[in-house]
């Protein structure tokens, strides 16, 4: 394919960006947002998704076949099962003006410009290896794409264009494009509309261009997934469709917990979903669409892979650029055009982004904090600094492009684009600590942040950079093999002999252990200053201090209003310093005379427009310097933040405290009715038993009296009347038996005899026990017992017991007319269970729950009033209960009622006694 037309159309693809973003700022300017909506900025978060993804997954799952998912499965967990970490991040970076995540960090802990500089040159050096696998990926693309060569589809040529190196046009292209692209504003915290619009225009141009080639590859070559896929397995390529091939599943978790990190920690991804967040509400909606964007991306990648593999069969190819190198082998120039600009523009859209990220984190927190110290330059006398502020921009961007390019020189040509990627995925993961433990623990301190990313990078510097240098040529091959001065213990990839762990495992534990360990143990041995225990409530309650002046008391001083804009004007403009100042007068409707005192609120207006521009720590400074006077005495301030914290804290536990109150009251009252119902239950079964005690005495002395009084009467009389005495004074003698021994097993003082009982037996002589009432009351029973039941473990007089109140409590409350009770014996696991139905009217739902308390009783046969004393069901649940059964009543369907109990087996009881 003609050089020319490739040139051409990457030229016109890139002018159309500058048009997108030209076009969406002046329509911005006139107040026309029109990318204020969640799916425009769900597309910019898609900034995440870089040629590693339009080419270096395709690679990877050439050869490793799914293990490339981990990338996309972290991200996709942080936005959907921890989203609050992201919004947290997003308010934190509204209310503080927050331009970077050097800024971020800076700011929570105390900020320091050193913390700030520190995390710059970490995002520097780790973003290098990211910035040269963007441009490896385009020079490679193009090279393929304009040589004749068939050679070429399996191995890009390195020949250069007009005698210069193409990675070297390219990064020179890039940083140019980025300059003119994102230093057209001062202030880094402003919306930059016209940007999230081009980053969103070129995820949507990748996604398409992606699908394009994947629709050709499954649907083009092939007759659909199917297809490719059993092609593939028959040509040996199925261990491509498994996790790994070597079941290393430790690879996977590395890498989605890097991913993971990445998705936060990434200057560029940082930027784009922080700081360019319009409105804290489209993060809801990005928690689902991000996701989806990367399921869709990533619906080709082994299709494509596996194409690639079978296009290839036999030949050692570059996997890769698949992505270009199958439709050129399948004569498909059009389409590898179409794929050359989707992985220009996952490319460009993350150079662009880091490149303008980082280069503010250069101006901000490493250069204007140098300068500003610098005496001999008086930069403080300039009265205009805006100038400087665009070149220093400027310069580190071409400066951050340039150490792109040269470690693509260097050490990218000997790593696949993946391993480059995760290389940048290890430095960016530094930062978690710094800024998961910073926004939820009030506790950390600049020192232990400061020791965890310092001592985090030196490991990642070892274990990762300095080894890819070696494999280069660049540092000596024995540094890997056999440690510095052959001190084995210090082997970059088996440090302190810690063998078996791929590279990035390894690299990633150690970095991590010593970041994490001194984070946590500085913070805690070290003293907190006032200005790091102010930011540490801030940043951890920033749901509580979102106000607009929660800043309004740390200043205490006497500068003009004059010298505060002055100050202002020389780092954003004059007219839009002065535009600023009024817009604060009128929104509070009052009058800023220059020669007036700054209010505290005006202070820290002014530090808020400046931290837009230079970032919070110098900003902090830059208002301190034209402040005569001081920072409120920060302790003074903390007190009072603490004051407030505990009087929140107080209100808290009071409403904690009535709740609670009320609660308890709701308890009581509740308990106040049942001792109300138990009180009136225990008047009734005094009553009851009262009365019952009662007719068996009245009868007794009636009869006895008649006797007494009456000797002539007859013998058969006389033996009628003795047998009703009988009767009756077994009544009352089974009446107190039953009170008694419901009192002892309240009270634990039942002598029980417990041992094996046969069952079936125990039920066959309660039977004949009740042989006379069942006569007596025409009531037919019908009997269900299997042969051999297994022994239960029981006490056989109260077995006995249950079963006579069973079924004499049913005798008295079946059908009238024609009587039925039917008891049946099953085996359930552990137990066996007896039960007795009837066919009454069964039991009234209100008293199914307390039909087994002493104080309740259901009404008889007669209807007219309760049979009994109310006691027999109360004594069958203490009794099995103690033998560890359990007892319930159900309703039949029909009519009646169906009592049912459960006893232990013996066999089964003494294994699981003995296991206990």
């Known amino acids: 394919m003609s050089g020319g037309l490739v040139l051409t159309v990457s030229i016109l693809y890139l002018g159309l960006l500058f048009a997108i973003a030209q076009f969406v700022d002046l329509q911005s300017a006139k107040g026309r947002q029109l990318t204020r909506n969640p799916f425009i900025y769900t597309l910019s978060i898609g900034v995440f998704c870089t040629s590693w993804t339009f080419y270096g997954s395709v690679g990877l799952a050439a050869t490793q076949g799914l293990d490339f998912l981990p990338i996309y499965l972290g991200p996709t967990l942080v936005f959907i099962l921890w989203s609050v970490v992201w919004v947290k991040i997003v308010r934190i970076c509204k209310v503080h003006r927050i331009t970077s995540i050097a800024d971020f960090i800076a700011s929570r802990y105390g900020k320091q410009a050193r913390l700030g500089g520190l995390v710059t040159i970490i995002a520097v050096v780790g973003t290098m290896p990211y910035i040269s696998l963007q441009l490896k990926s385009i020079a490679t693309s193009f090279r393929i794409l304009v040589s004749s060569s068939e050679t070429a589809l399996l191995h890009a040529p390195n020949e250069p264009i007009f005698f210069i190196d193409t990675t070297l046009i390219v990064a020179i292209a890039l940083a140019l494009f980025a300059i003119l692209f994102g230093t057209r504003h001062i202030d880094a915290s402003e919306h930059h509309e016209g940007l999230v619009a081009a980053i969103a225009f070129e995820s949507v141009v990748k996604l398409v261009t992606f699908l394009a080639v994947g629709f050709f590859v499954t649907f083009g070559l092939y007759n659909g997934f199917s297809d490719l896929f059993s092609t593939a397995a028959d040509r040996g390529l199925d261990t491509l469709f498994t996790v790994s091939a070597d079941n290393d599943y430790s690879v996977w978790m590395t890498m989605t917990m890097l991913s993971m990190a990445a998705i936060i920690c990434l200057p560029r991804q940082f930027y784009m979903t922080a700081v360019e967040n319009p409105d804290e509400a489209f993060l809801r909606k990005a928690t689902w669409l991000f996701p989806l964007y990367l399921l869709v991306i990533n619906i080709f990648v082994l299709p494509i892979a596996l194409a690639g593999r079978l296009s290839f069969e036999g030949v050692s190819a570059d996997a890769d650029m698949f992505m270009l190198t199958v439709p050129l082998f399948h004569d498909q120039a059009f389409l590898a055009l179409i794929a050359f600009i989707g992985g220009l523009s996952a490319a460009t859209s993350m150079v662009i982004v880091a490149s303008i990220a980082l280069a503010t984190m250069v101006c901000n927190d490493l250069i204007m904090p140098l300068l500003l110290r610098w005496r001999g330059l008086n930069i403080n006398k300039n009265d205009d600094l805006t100038g400087l502020l665009l070149t220093i921009r400027r310069v580190s961007i071409l400066l951050i492009l340039i150490l792109g390019y040269a470690y693509y020189l260097i050490a990218s040509e000997s790593y696949s684009l993946v391993t480059i990627g995760l290389v940048s995925f290890a430095a960016a993961a530094q930062f978690a600590p710094a800024i998961i433990g910073g926004i939820f623990w009030k506790g950390a301190s600049y020192r232990g942040a400061m020791t965890g990313l310092a001592l985090g990078f030196v490991v990642w510097l070892y274990t990762l950079l300095l080894p890819s240098f070696a494999q280069s040529g660049w540092l000596p091959i024995s540094f890997i093999e056999q440690g510095p001065y052959g001190l084995t213990l210090l082997k970059p990839y088996a440090l302190f002999g810690m063998e078996g762990f791929d590279r990035l495992t390894h690299a990633l534990f150690w970095s991590m252990l010593v970041n994490i360990g001194a984070y946590w143990i500085v913070s805690l041995l070290s003293h907190q200053t006032a200005i790091e225990r102010i930011q540490g409530t801030l940043f951890v309650d920033v749901f509580g201090h979102t106000d607009d002046e929660r800043d309004s008391r740390y200043w205490r001083g006497s500068a003009t209003v004059a010298d505060l804009q002055q100050l202002v004007g020389r780092f954003v403009g004059v007219q839009r310093a002065a535009q600023a100042f009024a817009d604060f007068a009128a929104e509070r409707d009052i009058n800023l005379r220059k020669s007036h005192s700054a209010d505290a609120a005006l202070l820290d207006f002014a530090e808020k427009m400046l931290a837009g521009a230079i970032g919070s720590a110098t900003a902090r400074v830059m208002v301190g310097s034209v402040v005569k006077g001081e920072i409120v005495g920060l302790d003074e301030v903390y007190r009072i933040l603490d004051e407030t914290s505990q009087v929140i804290e107080y209100s808290h536990r009071l409403e904690q405290k009535s709740a609670e109150l009320e609660q308890a009251t709701a308890l009581l009252r509740n308990a106040n009715e049942r001792l109300k119902e138990l009180d009136s ?193 109360a004594i069958c649940r203490e009794i099995v209960s103690f033998l560890g059964g359990h007892i319930w009543v159900t309703n039949i369907e029909k009519s009646g009622a169906t009592f049912a109990f459960t006893v232990p087996r013996a066999d089964r009881q003494d294994v699981r006694l003995s296991a206990e």
């Open 681 to 873: 239950l225990k008047d009734h079964f005094l009553s009851m038993v009262s009365h019952e005690l009662r007719t068996p005495l009245t009868s007794l002395r009636a009869f006895g009296e008649i006797l007494i009084d009456n000797p002539e009467v007859s013998p058969e009389e006389r033996e009628r009347f003795l047998n009703v005495i009988i009767k009756e004074s077994s009544r009352l003698t089974r009446l107190i038996d039953q009170l008694l021994d419901l009192a002892r097993m309240e009270a634990g003082q039942m002598d029980w005899s417990l041992d094996t009982v046969d069952i079936a037996a125990t039920i066959r002589e309660a039977m004949a026990t009740l042989a006379g009432l069942i006569k007596e009351n025409e009531v037919e029973v019908e009997t269900r017992i299997p042969e051999n039941l297994p022994m239960v473990r029981a006490d056989r007089d109260q077995l006995i017991q249950v079963v006579i109140n069973l079924v004499s409590n049913a005798i008295k409350f079946c059908d009238k007319e024609k009587g039925h009770i039917a008891l049946s014996v099953s085996v359930e696991d552990d137990m066996l269970e007896v039960s007795v139905a009837d066919n009454g009217k069964g039991i009234p739902i209100d008293m199914m729950e307390r039909i087994f308390e002493k104080f309740h009783q259901s009404i008889g046969r007669d209807e007219d009033k309760p049979q009994g004393s109310g006691l027999g069901l």
